[in-house]
């Protein structure tokens, strides 16, 4: 069970940290992946990070803002924003899956979903 966290209404220009904490597992044995709905559009992908943590990948849109990692320790993957626009407002997700890793939004497990609200 992934539960995301950490969502908040922020100005532009501003950082949040949302956190995917696992239960009932080790997110270790997963790769992680955040994933953000806007209103009126599709899911999209945000960041990935792999089983060991030693790759990750990220959208266009917030590659060199958005940095993911993982605790082990404390079950948890982080999503750090910094530098955030109001186009980063979405309902952000994390997913999690023991084989699949990659962009599309095909991960077996999925938390309820965070709101970041960034004002301009």
């Known amino acids: 069970q992934l539960q995301a966290f950490g969502g908040g209404l922020v100005q532009h220009g501003g950082s949040l940290r949302l956190s995917c904490a696992a239960s009932?597992?080790?997110?270790?044995?997963?790769?992680v992946a955040w994933f953000r709905q806007a209103p009126g559009k599709e899911r999209e992908f945000v960041a990935l990070i792999t089983w060991t943590g030693g790759s990750t990948d990220f959208a266009d849109s917030v590659k060199g803002r958005f940095t993911i990692s993982r605790d082990s320790t404390k079950n948890t993957v982080y999503l750090k924003m910094n530098s955030l626009k109001p186009e980063d407002t979405a309902v952000y997700y994390c997913?999690?899956?023991?084989?699949?890793?990659?962009?599309?939004?095909?991960?077996?497990?999925w938390g309820q979903g965070t709101l970041v609200t960034v004002s301009s």
């Open positions: 997913a999690a899956d023991k084989v699949y890793v990659g962009v599309d939004a095909e991960y077996d497990y």
């Open positions: 009932g597992g080790r997110i270790s044995d997963y790769a």
